[in-house]
């Protein structure tokens, strides 16, 4: 069944062409990433899907019989809203039995109010859906659900924009950048969801674990035109290069042919029969084959760095709190030469915080920093991109440097600096307020760069960046010479420039994990199961009898918990049977086996907490 179609778009700002003759179909059951350089017209294509937007011409269609959601990089919400408004905005019976419950949930004491909601909840059946909105807000950390939107960060307003799309459960969601303001525990559990869901996806994602764990198709807008490729990333990057060398190939052989065209032409006389006007003609066909550029821009810099001497930064017992939330208790820490930290925790753990102690933003409550006599930071925030909206691009480089210094005396003119960075000449003169979020961030970084620095500190520099930016701007890294340390949610481009990590892990407490984000996150899952065989273990043991004490009885919500576990947990069984049976099947790949493996050890998981609280309230019952 179609869900999508889309026919010849065009659109455009100013005398920038966007999208040019854009045609794409999505069927049912399609998880289909949209990829393309920044300022593409992605975001723009994906507000025109969602009628947010008019193409100047070309048509999108929906299927009419299906339900629709799009969640954009930058949620609108009614600022004057709660939470609870905002999230379950649909007039539905349900959603009005379950908003009044999750609004009562906020003044428990108040026992009619939560009689008349548990009998809202009955009335609409709707306990089964609210188990799942419980899941949901608590996964993505939306608390304080009276709480107006206006009070909110950027952050909490696309969580609240994204757990509002996953609770309508469309067949048909539109996302850009999902990923964005979503901690790395999150990301987990949102790929996992949509792995398990029913649904069909369009998204523009510059998360590549994320697109490769969701997605099965991709398509890349290039030049205005569209290229699918089914399968994953690495497939991807594989046809797109083959791609890439036949089209240089075709040009190679257009300009050897169009060099003789052109002497023909210069020694014509200048009247011309019928067959000589078509050998014009076809000159200029030519001429637009052969002129075609298909070579990716790379961001290829060697920029010039101070030395750092022997000291270079250290952290001597630093303690910092908010009232009772504990961000640093006596960490201590000295910076080698060359080091490259990742720092890994839940959202308001404190990451930015400790960036902003280290660059003297914030002071701590005890302990000192101590800061090398050589050190140049460069600190790229997310708090700090405020770039001159009323500037042209070459304006805001050229009032840093006209000429930017390079390695071994070199040095660099402003334009062939942007050029690099992916900003062609016809580009440089275009006003900061007409480029795209991530042509933003770019320019932003560019000027972080432009300093020299020898220890980069970046905070969620991946956030809006376009694969093709992302790629160059990890080789850029991996070069690198100085001390790098980074708040990413990007395990890709974490794995890849990290070698040890700073792991929060609450009370203030930060542990030093020495290796990737990769091979924490499995000794961490490693770590869970065997807890999970010990506590298994120590409840087989016989108990000693006790004498009965009274114990509080269910709950209504918990009774309806406990009437319907049964059923789950016998579900679950026969899930993990099938795939124990798929994986005794000779004829699978190393990654079926891997993919099939993860599943198997995620419904174990669920059976035994289940079990366990089907044991719990047993019990009580």
Same mark, same amino acid.
């Given at each position: 069944?179609?869900?999508?179609?889309?026919?010849?778009?065009?659109?455009?700002?100013?005398?920038?062409?966007?999208?040019?003759?854009?045609?794409?179909?999505?069927?049912?059951?399609?998880?289909?990433?949209?990829?393309?350089?920044?300022?593409?017209?992605?975001?723009?294509?994906?507000?025109?899907?969602?009628?947010?937007?008019?193409?100047?011409?070309?048509?999108?269609?929906?299927?009419?019989?299906?339900?629709?959601?799009?969640?954009?990089?930058?949620?609108?919400?009614?600022?004057?809203?709660?939470?609870?408004?905002?999230?379950?905005?649909?007039?539905?019976?349900?959603?009005?039995?379950?908003?009044?419950?999750?609004?009562?949930?906020?003044?428990?004491?108040?026992?009619?109010?939560?009689?008349?909601?548990?009998?809202?909840?009955?009335?609409?059946?709707?306990?089964?859906?609210?188990?799942?909105?419980?899941?949901?807000?608590?996964?993505?950390?939306?608390?304080?659900?009276?709480?107006?939107?206006?009070?909110?960060?950027?952050?909490?307003?696309?969580?609240?924009?994204?757990?509002?799309?996953?609770?309508?459960?469309?067949?048909?969601?539109?996302?850009?950048?999902?990923?964005?303001?979503?901690?790395?525990?999150?990301?987990?559990?949102?790929?996992?969801?949509?792995?398990?869901?029913?649904?069909?996806?369009?998204?523009?994602?510059?998360?590549?674990?994320?697109?490769?764990?969701?997605?099965?198709?991709?398509?890349?807008?290039?030049?205005?035109?569209?290229?699918?490729?089914?399968?994953?990333?690495?497939?991807?990057?594989?046809?797109?290069?083959?791609?890439? !060398?036949? $089209? #240089?190939?075709?040009?190679? =052989?257009?300009?050897? &042919?169009?060099? /003789?065209? *052109?002497?023909?032409?210069?020694?014509?006389?200048?009247?011309?029969?019928?067959?000589?006007?078509?050998?014009?003609?076809?000159?200029?066909?030519?001429?637009?084959?052969?002129?075609?550029?298909?070579? !990716?821009? $790379? #961001?290829?810099?060697?920029? =010039?760095?101070?030395? &750092?001497?022997? /000291?270079? *930064?250290?952290?001597?017992?630093?303690?910092?709190?908010?009232?009772?939330?504990?961000?640093?208790?006596?960490?201590?820490?000295?910076?080698?030469?060359?080091?490259?930290?990742?720092?890994?925790?839940?959202?308001?753990?404190?990451?930015?915080?400790?960036?902003?102690?280290?660059?003297?933003?914030?002071?701590?409550?005890?302990?000192?920093?101590?800061?090398?006599?050589?050190?140049?930071?460069?600190?790229?925030?997310?708090?700090?991109?405020?770039?001159?909206?009323?500037?042209?691009?070459?304006?805001?480089?050229?009032?840093?440097?006209?000429?930017?210094?390079?390695?071994?005396?070199?040095?660099?003119?402003?334009?062939?600096?942007?050029?690099?960075?992916?900003?062609?000449?016809?580009?440089?003169?275009?006003?900061?307020?007409?480029?795209?979020?991530?042509?933003?961030?770019?320019?932003?970084?560019?000027?972080?760069?432009?300093?020299?620095?020898?220890?980069?500190?970046?905070?969620?520099?991946?956030?809006?960046?376009?694969?093709?930016?992302?790629?160059?701007?990890?080789?850029?890294?991996?070069?690198?010479?100085?001390?790098?340390?980074?708040?990413?949610?990007?395990?890709?481009?974490?794995?890849?420039?990290?070698?040890?990590?700073?792991?929060?892990?609450?009370?203030?407490?930060?542990?030093?994990?020495?290796?990737?984000?990769?091979?924490?996150?499995?000794?961490?899952?490693?770590?869970?199961?065997?807890?999970?065989?010990?506590?298994?273990?120590?409840?087989?043991?016989?108990?000693?009898?006790?004498?009965?004490?009274?114990?509080?009885?269910?709950?209504?919500?918990?009774?309806?918990?406990?009437?319907?576990?049964?059923?789950?947990?016998?579900?679950?069984?026969?899930?993990?049977?099938?795939?124990?049976?798929?994986?005794?099947?000779?004829?699978?790949?190393?990654?079926?086996?891997?993919?099939?493996?993860?599943?198997?050890?995620?419904?174990?998981?669920?059976?035994?907490?289940?079990?366990?609280?089907?044991?719990?309230?047993?019990?009580?019952?």
């Amino acid at each position: 069944m179609n869900y999508l179609t889309v026919e010849n778009l065009r659109h455009s700002y100013a005398d920038r062409v966007l999208l040019d003759g854009v045609t794409f179909y999505i069927d049912k059951g399609q998880k289909v990433a949209l990829v393309a350089k920044n300022g593409s017209g992605k975001s723009t294509l994906l507000r025109i899907i969602a009628g947010l937007e008019k193409p100047e011409k070309g048509t999108v269609s929906i299927n009419k019989n299906i339900r629709f959601s799009y969640l954009s990089q930058e949620p609108e919400l009614d600022e004057n809203k709660t939470i609870t408004e905002s999230i379950f905005a649909s007039d539905t019976p349900m959603m009005q039995a379950i908003r009044f419950y999750e609004e009562a949930m906020e003044d428990s004491e108040n026992q009619q109010r939560m009689k008349e909601a548990f009998a809202r909840m009955d009335a609409a059946n709707a306990w089964d859906y609210e188990s799942k909105v419980s899941q949901v807000l608590g996964i993505l950390k939306i608390h304080h659900l009276t709480q107006a939107v206006k009070y909110l960060s950027g952050g909490q307003k696309k969580r609240i924009a994204l757990a509002k799309v996953l609770l309508e459960e469309p067949d048909f969601l539109v996302m850009d950048e999902p990923t964005n303001h979503l901690d790395l525990d999150m990301i987990e559990w949102f790929e996992q969801y949509l792995d398990r869901a029913n649904m069909t996806l369009l998204m523009v994602t510059h998360d590549r674990y994320f697109l490769d764990s969701v997605c099965n198709e991709i398509i890349e807008l290039d030049k205005g035109e569209v290229y699918r490729f089914k399968g994953d990333y690495a497939y991807y990057i594989e046809k797109k290069a083959e791609r890439q !060398e036949s $089209e #240089l190939a075709t040009i190679d =052989k257009a300009q050897n &042919l169009l060099r /003789k065209e *052109l002497d023909w032409m210069r020694r014509q006389p200048k009247a011309r029969g019928t067959k000589a006007r078509a050998r014009i003609d076809a000159f200029y066909d030519l001429k637009e084959v052969a002129s075609k550029d298909v070579k !990716e821009k $790379e #961001l290829k810099l060697s920029i =010039k760095m101070e030395r &750092l001497g022997g /000291k270079i *930064l250290e952290l001597h017992h630093v303690r910092k709190a908010y009232g009772d939330l504990k961000i640093l208790e006596d960490f201590s820490y000295k910076f080698r030469e060359g080091e490259r930290v990742g720092i890994v925790g839940p959202n308001g753990s404190g990451k930015s915080t400790l960036l902003n102690m280290i660059m003297e933003r914030e002071q701590p409550d005890g302990g000192k920093i101590v800061r090398g006599d050589t050190i140049v930071f460069g600190y790229y925030s997310q708090a700090g991109i405020q770039l001159p909206e009323n500037k042209r691009v070459i304006e805001v480089i050229k009032d840093i440097a006209e000429y930017i210094p390079l390695d071994k005396g070199k040095t660099l003119r402003a334009e062939s600096f942007l050029e690099r960075f992916l900003f062609p000449p016809e580009q440089q003169y275009t006003p900061v307020s007409k480029l795209s979020g991530g042509e933003k961030r770019r320019l932003y970084l560019m000027t972080i760069l432009m300093k020299n620095p020898n220890f980069l500190i970046l905070d969620e520099p991946t956030n809006d960046l376009d694969i093709v930016t992302l790629n160059v701007l990890e080789e850029f890294l991996e070069g690198y010479k100085g001390c790098l340390l980074m708040v990413s949610h990007d395990r890709h481009f974490m794995d890849k420039l990290t070698d040890h990590l700073f792991v929060y892990e609450g009370e203030g407490i930060i542990k030093d994990f020495n290796g990737n984000y990769t091979e924490y996150k499995l000794g961490k899952e490693a770590q869970k199961i065997q807890q999970r065989q010990e506590t298994k273990e120590r409840k087989e043991e016989p108990k000693p009898i006790e004498e009965k004490s009274e114990k509080k009885k269910l709950s209504y919500k918990e009774q309806r918990e406990y009437d319907s576990l049964e059923a789950e947990i016998a579900q679950l069984e026969t899930q993990r049977d099938e795939l124990t049976a798929q994986l005794g099947n000779g004829n699978l790949s190393g990654q079926q086996v891997q993919d099939i493996g993860k599943q198997l050890a995620e419904t174990i998981q669920a059976i035994d907490e289940k079990t366990n609280r089907w044991i719990e309230l047993a019990e009580r019952a």
